[in-house]
């Protein structure tokens, strides 16, 4: 453990940027608050298989790797091996605690932060979560008794967690960058049109197979009006399949795999076709864009249904289930609504999401702060 007048963190979720980008939202806030006011040391814990070893360049912090996956979905002969995964993983989380000697581990989920947080606990290491889903993670579930305190996204998060008491419902932390992004930008880089209203299509780091393959439908019909432009996010996985099919159609916009220059590409939208993970929906607010929502039907306790209908109740969101897909024209519908009074209501309704509210993660860092202070039992260093 650090001195009195230094503060070390580790932080522990990472595989997707839903579990990355709050903790890095997390650390970046800290980072800013306790500038000039004490030493801090700051570190990740990942692995090679998730998105924080592909942007460890970019991370801003040192990236301690462990070895841990979670179950396949399939029969995979992989699954046997995961016992002996998860053994291996709590050793070196364990010789990696040792050595950085954190004050506090800060858990954002993803099968990485398990191990981690579970050798905390056994050290004797303080521990808190930040659970970005209505229905939270087995990281979160199985942290929660020992753990100071759990920041959650989602109100609904709570009736999941046997003993809330320590629990804040603070909202998701996003990047301080989004929504400040430049729409120019974007309009240069990828050659669109500044006059026309544009469509933004999301499916994370990895797209989204079926809302890629409603977008194909709807360029093939060419029934879709003419007067906005799509920019599609289709995901590593799917581009080159995807390339090949949408070259030879005609259509405005442009397609890319991913973009790291979120905030500018969140700029130039003017409504947005999602999936419903946390921080995608936690990015919308803080953008105040309008949106259609696909929840993803296979996610953990239908949290993406929940996520979406916390949207969508307040009249920010629609939601269309992915098995409906093949009965929407999916391109015609967002263009037929920009020209609706509904999507002024929308877009109201998505910029008043944020009125009166504090950021999510300027209560998590302070109430970090005040915890590390309280344990540390110092006054005026942090």
Not at 131 to 146: D, H, L, W
Not at 295 to 321: C, T, V, W
Request: aromatic share 6%; net charge positive.
């Amino acid at each position: 453990m650090s001195t009195s007048n230094s503060v070390k963190i580790l932080f522990a979720g990472g595989g997707t940027g839903g579990h990355l980008y709050p903790a890095i939202a997390i650390a970046n806030r800290l980072t800013e608050l306790l500038k000039n006011r004490t030493a801090l040391e700051i570190a990740f814990v990942g692995t090679k298989r998730g998105l924080e070893y592909r942007i460890r360049e970019e991370l801003g912090y040192p990236l301690h790797l462990i070895n841990m996956r979670g179950i396949s979905r399939s029969l995979a002969m992989i699954n046997l091996l995961v016992p002996f995964i998860v053994v291996l993983a709590l050793l070196q989380s364990a010789r990696l605690l040792k050595k950085f000697r954190p004050d506090l581990v800060v858990g954002t989920g993803g099968y990485v932060s398990w191990p981690v947080l579970k050798m905390a606990a056994t050290l004797g290491i303080l521990t808190v979560l930040q659970e970005q889903n209505s229905y939270p993670g087995i990281a979160t579930r199985s942290g929660a008794r020992k753990a100071r305190r759990i920041y959650l996204g989602f109100e609904d998060a709570k009736k999941f967690i046997a003993d809330n008491s320590h629990a804040m419902v603070t909202g998701n932390p996003v990047r301080s960058e989004i929504g400040h992004g430049s729409r120019q930008k974007v309009m240069e880089q990828f050659k669109l049109d500044k006059n026309k209203k544009t469509i933004l299509v999301l499916g994370g780091s990895q797209g989204a197979r079926a809302i890629n393959n409603a977008v194909i439908k709807s360029l093939e019909t060419k029934r879709w009006a003419g007067d906005a432009q799509l920019l599609w996010q289709v995901g590593k996985r799917d581009y080159t399949d995807v390339n090949d099919k949408v070259s030879k159609l005609h259509w405005d916009g442009a397609h890319f795999p991913f973009a790291n220059n979120m905030p500018d590409v969140y700029a130039a939208a003017d409504l947005v076709i999602a999936r419903a993970g946390a921080l995608t929906l936690a990015e919308l607010i803080k953008c105040g864009l309008p949106s259609i929502l696909i929840p993803f039907p296979f996610a953990a306790g239908g949290h993406q249904k929940k996520n979406a209908e916390s949207l969508s109740l307040r009249k920010a969101a629609i939601i269309i289930d992915e098995k409906n897909l093949n009965e929407v024209d999916l391109l015609n519908e967002a263009a037929g609504l920009l020209h609706l009074p509904k999507f002024a209501e929308m877009k109201n309704a998505a910029a008043g999401l944020t009125e009166g509210r504090r950021a999510a993660v300027d209560l998590i860092s302070e109430d970090i702060i005040s915890i590390i202070k309280e344990t540390k039992q110092v006054e005026s260093d942090i």
